[in-house]
C-alpha cells in the first residue's frame, strides 16, 4: 500500500475556522429541516443520503480544523446513518427525535467554539449511548422506557445482500474502485491536505488493496512556481467492501462534479480463483496497475476500455453526483463575505448618494444653458448611483426562510407538549429581507408563533366537538407589498374573546369603552404584563409576549396589525420596511426645518378649501371625500419657529398606516428624493416622532418622520 504523504510545512488552518463554522451551520439547519418535514415518516432513500451527507461533513470538517470533541457524536450518528442506508437496522421513528436531540448536542459544541458557549459533557455522552444502542441493538422501543428490542425480522433486504438462507449480509460485497481526482488551483489555499484524503482511502481499502499516483498537470517556470497551487492530479485504486457513497464521502468538502471521476467494478473475494465449472480455492485476483480514468463529461462511456478477466463491470466511468458538501459550481457563482464588509458598502454609496444630492443641487442653481453638460453629467451621476445603490442593497437582502426553517422544530415539540395536532404551512418562503430586519424580527415572530400555539389553537378534542378537523393549522406567509414585507402568522383556533379582553382590561384598570371597535378592542393585548391565560406557564401566561413584539417591530419601522373572528382563527400581520438602510421619501418644509415622509405612507397631498375645515370636540380636521382627517401640525410637535399655522395657507399631506389616516400640516413640499437612513439616537439621543435623520444636499440634517409616533404624540396631546 502506498503510505500518506508526510509534510514539515504545517498549515494553520484556524484562518478558515469561519468557514467551517457557517458550513456546519448550514449542514444542521439543512439536517433539521429533513428531519421535521419527515413527521415521524421513514426517510426515503434521497433523503437519508442527505442526512448522512451532512452529518458526514460536520465530522471531516471537525477533524480537519481540529475539533476533534464534535466527532464524537458525528461518527456514531453517521454509523447509524450508515446501518439505515444499507438497510442494516430497519427504521423506527424515535430516531427522527435521537437525531434531533444529536443535532442539538452538535449546535451545542459548535457555539462552544465559536461563541465560548458552554459545552455540557453529560450531554453528549447521553447521546452517543443513545445512538450506540440504536447500533448494538438495531433499535430501540417508541415508548421512552429505555428497553432494548431485537432488530425487526420483517425488513425487505436488495437480493444482492442476502445470503443463501434469506438473511442480511453484514458487509457489501468487496469492489474494485478506480478514481481519478483533479483537484482546483486553490484546493491548498483552502486548507484542503491531500493526505488526509490517501488516508482516509486507504482506510476503506483491504490490506494491501490501496494504490495511489500523483501527475502533474503542468510544470510552471522557477520563478512562476506557486507552491499554495494545486498542481496535481491524483489515481487511485483500492479494492473495498465500502459503498460507493462512502468512498464519494471521503471527497465531501473537497471536490465539484467536474474534479472527479469513478469507476466502480465487482470481484470474486479474495483467496478464490473462478475456473470453467466453478471458483477454486486458494488464489486472489491479481491487482492490475494504475489505469487513469478520463475526466470527461458525466455520463461518458467506459465501454472501449475491455474489464480485466474474473470481474464484472458494475458501472460506467461515472462523475460524482453533485458537489461533496458543495452546490454544483459553487465556487463559480457565489462567495462568502463578511456582513461587516458588505455594511461598509452600504454605508460608503449612502455617502456617494449624499454626495451626489450635493452635486444635483449645486448644478440645479447654475445656468441651463450655459452649463449643459455638466447638469446632464450629474444626471448621468445621478443614474448610476442609483443602480449602484440597488446593487449594493441587493447583497444583503436574504430570504426569509432563514427565519421560517427555525419553526418546524418549535412546533413540533410545542405541539407535542400541549398535546396539540399542529399542521405548519409557509408560503412566500423565498420573500426577500435585508439581514439586519432578518436578525431582528425572529423573536417577535417566535412570540407569536407560541402565542398562536398557546392560546389560538385548540386541543384535539375541542376541535372535534366544533366540527373542525382534528388537526389545528399555523400559517406563516410572507410578501412584498410595494415598498414593505408583509409577514402574516395565522392560526385557525378560536380567535381572540373580546369579553375576556375587556374583563381582562377592566381587571388591570386599562382604559377601554364597550364602544370600541373590534380592531381597538385587540390593541389592548398589546399593553405590558396584559395576559388572559387562566394559567401560569413555562410556554406563556406571564403578558411578557405582545408587548415585546409591538416594540420589537416598531424598533425597526415596522407596524402591527390583528384582526379576528371568533371561533375561525387569527391573523397578525407585521409590516416592515425592506430596509433600514435608504429610503424613498418626500422632502417637506416647515418654518426653517426640513423633515422627510417616508413615501409608502403617503396617499396624498393638498391644499385645504376653508369650507372643508371643521372643529370636532376641539380637534381641527378636514373634510377629504366624506372622511374627516385629524389635523397634525409638525411645527406643534416639534416646537418649530415661523411655521404656517392655517391649514388653508400650507399644504396638508396625508398619509395612511393600517387603515388610520391623518393629515400632516406642512408649509411647502420640496422634493421626491432617496435618502440614507442615519441613526440620530447613536448619535444624539432619541427624537419622538423620527426614525432617524438624513444628510441633505445642502448639507443640513433632516429628522425622518415615523408616522406611528406622530400619532401618537398628537393623541396625547
Known sequence: MTSPITTNDAIDLRRFNQVFFEECAEHLADMEQIL???CDREPDQEQLNAIFRAAHSIKGGAGIFGFEDMTLVTHVMESLLDRLRNRETPFVPAMIDLFLEAGDVISMQLAGHREGGEVRPEAVDRVRLKLQQMIDAGATDCDGSGELMPPSEDVEWPQEFVDAAGSPQQEYPLCRYQLSF??????????????????????????????????LTHLPELELFDPEECITRWHFTLDSKASRDQILDVFMFVADEDQLAIRKVAIEPPGTERL????????????????????????????????????????????????????????????????????????????????????????????????????????????????????????????????????????????????????LKTTGDSTELDKGLIEKISDPLSHLVRNALDHGLETTERRLACGKEATGTLQLKASQVGGRIVIDVLDDGAGLNRSRILAKAAERGTPFSESMSDDEVWQLIFAPGFSTAETVTDISGRGVGMDVVLKNVQAIGGRVHISSEAGLGTRVSISLPLTLAILEGLAVAVGGEKFIIPLNVIIESLQPKAEQLKTVNGRQVVQVRGDYLPIVPLHRLFQVEGALREPERGILVLVDLEGEQMALLVDALLDEQQVVVKSIETNYRKVEGSAGATILGDGRVALILEVTELMNMHKRR
Open 182 to 215: 483533479a483537484p482546483e488551483l486553490q484546493t491548498f489555499s483552502r486548507g484542503i491536505r491531500v493526505e488526509s484524503i490517501i488516508a482516509e482511502l486507504a482506510e476503506l481499502a483491504e490490506p494491501g488493496a490501496f494504490h495511489c499516483r500523483a501527475v
Open 36 to 38: 421535521i418535514s419527515l
Open 276 to 423: 470453467e465449472g466453478g471458483i477454486r480455492a486458494g488464489t486472489a485476483p491479481p491487482f492490475p496497475p494504475l489505469t487513469p480514468l478520463p475526466l470527461e463529461a458525466e455520463g461518458a462511456s467506459s465501454e472501449a476500455q475491455p474489464h480485466p478477466a474474473g470481474r464484472r463491470a458494475c458501472d460506467q466511468d461515472e462523475t460524482a453526483p453533485g458537489a461533496f458538501g458543495r452546490r454544483s459550481g459553487e465556487t463559480d457563482s457565489s462567495i462568502r463575505v463578511k456582513v461587516a464588509k458588505v455594511d461598509q458598502l452600504v454605508n460608503q454609496v449612502g455617502e456617494l448618494l449624499i454626495t451626489q444630492a450635493m452635486l444635483a443641487q449645486i448644478a440645479g442653481s447654475l445656468d441651463a444653458q450655459q452649463h449643459e453638460a455638466l447638469r446632464k453629467s450629474v444626471a448621468q451621476l445621478e443614474r448610476n448611483t442609483r443602480d449602484l445603490q440597488g446593487s449594493i442593497m441587493s447583497i444583503r437582502l436574504v430570504p426569509i426562510s432563514i427565519v421560517f426553517n427555525r419553526f418546524p422544530r418549535m412546533v413540533r415539540e410545542m405541539a407535542g407538549k400541549l398535546g396539540k395536532q399542529v399542521e
